[in-house]
């Protein structure tokens, strides 16, 4: 299986500064139709799992455009411009190019 | 308003079975795959199993295969996941999601949850 490695694992930030989130694999990405399935979600305490970005770099309707993604083969990034308090909450990364899809460990976003 | 609610959640013993239920809305059902996904309690995210538009392809993470059966009914707008032989590490909120392949929809709605619990 895709081996999905998020750091940090915890991101203590300060409101309104930016915050980055590391996601590697353990091999490519890159599907044989071109496309790189790399997805982000957002948890947010007691809630489900909400979809952010899809394949790298595309931002779901309704997410603030302070997320974005970037990166490409097994290396990606999730970046917030400007931290907010409803921004606090785990965010996992997940590859759905080779089955089974598999998530990183999460990165727990707190404010400091 | 696009809507995933699931339900068949409880406490079973180990070595029982028990069926999930996931009924959507606002949406045409038949046309996405489908997918559960488990969290275990204070962990993270699993893929289990998903399920293509008309039922005829399925795919299952390896430590549920044989034990975990997903289905659907197009007619009724309903997904479902029998599991049997339950283990104490298949404790879980399970999660419905639309999506399931290499596309845009992959995960990008999910149901509110339902847990799973395993022990004596």
């Known amino acids: 299986d895709v081996v999905m490695t998020q750091s940090p694992l915890s991101l203590p930030v300060t409101l309104g500064q930016p915050a980055s989130i590391s996601c590697r694999s353990s091999q490519s990405l890159v599907y044989s139709d071109g496309n790189t399935y790399l997805n982000w979600f957002q948890q947010r305490p007691g809630q489900s799992p909400r979809r952010l970005i899809y394949?790298?770099?595309n931002r779901d309707s309704g997410v603030p455009d302070r997320f974005s993604g970037s990166g490409s083969g097994t290396d990606f990034t999730l970046k917030i411009s400007r931290v907010e308090a409803e921004d606090v909450g785990v965010y996992y990364c997940?590859?759905?190019?080779?089955?089974?899809?598999?998530f990183g460990q999460g990165t727990r976003v707190e404010i400091k | 308003e696009l809507q995933l609610v699931e339900s068949g959640g409880g406490l079973v013993q180990p070595g029982g079975s028990l069926r999930l239920s996931c009924v959507a809305s606002g949406f045409t059902f038949s046309s996405y795959w489908m997918s559960w996904v488990r969290q275990a309690p204070g962990k993270g995210l699993e893929w289990v199993a998903n399920i293509k538009q008309d039922g005829s392809d399925k795919y299952y993470v390896g430590s549920v295969k044989g034990r975990f059966t997903i289905s659907r009914d197009n007619a009724k707008n309903s997904l479902f996941l029998q599991m049997s032989t339950l283990r104490a590490e298949d404790t879980a909120v399970y999660y419905c999601a639309r999506g399931g392949r290499r596309d845009d929809y992959n995960g990008d709605y999910w149901g509110q949850g339902t847990l799973v619990t395993v022990s004596s």
């Open positions: 394949k790298v770099s």
């Open positions: 997940l590859q759905g190019t080779h089955w089974p899809w598999t």
